[in-house]
């Protein structure tokens, strides 16, 4: 199984960006699915999750109302939009199929005060 994330890069505080996650190798459509994050010297935290069906979400208190986590079961993908970037929110994003212990390899997110 491989899960791809892209979409990261360097914005300026206040700015957006979407990444995306490319999955492959399961059934993705009957997998809930996650966006974890991982800054310097911190542990990795739990950003957003969406049910396998109903699409059924929740997300961090630190991003509520900022981020938006999707799916498409047709093309295997699950996205992250997050909308009013912070310094703090810079880090290495990751996507997971939790119940099957897959990561991606990550994609940074660099944002700029």
């Known amino acids: 199984a491989h899960l791809v994330e892209s979409g990261g890069g360097l914005v300026q505080s206040g700015g957006s960006l979407r990444l995306s996650c490319a999955a492959s190798?399961?059934?993705?459509?009957?997998?809930?699915m996650r966006w974890y994050r991982q800054a310097p010297g911190k542990e990795r935290e739990l950003v957003a999750h969406?049910?396998?069906?109903?699409?059924?979400?929740n997300y961090a208190d630190s991003v509520k109302g900022r981020f938006t986590i999707s799916r498409d079961n047709a093309k295997n993908t699950v996205d992250l939009q997050m909308d009013n970037l912070k310094p703090d929110d810079t880090a290495v994003y990751y996507c997971?199929?939790?119940?099957?212990?897959?990561w991606g390899q990550g994609t940074q997110v660099t944002v700029s005060s």
């Open positions: 969406i049910g396998a069906i109903g699409g059924i979400t």
């Open positions: 190798g399961f059934t993705f459509s009957r997998y809930n």
């Open positions: 997971s199929a939790p119940t099957l212990s897959y």
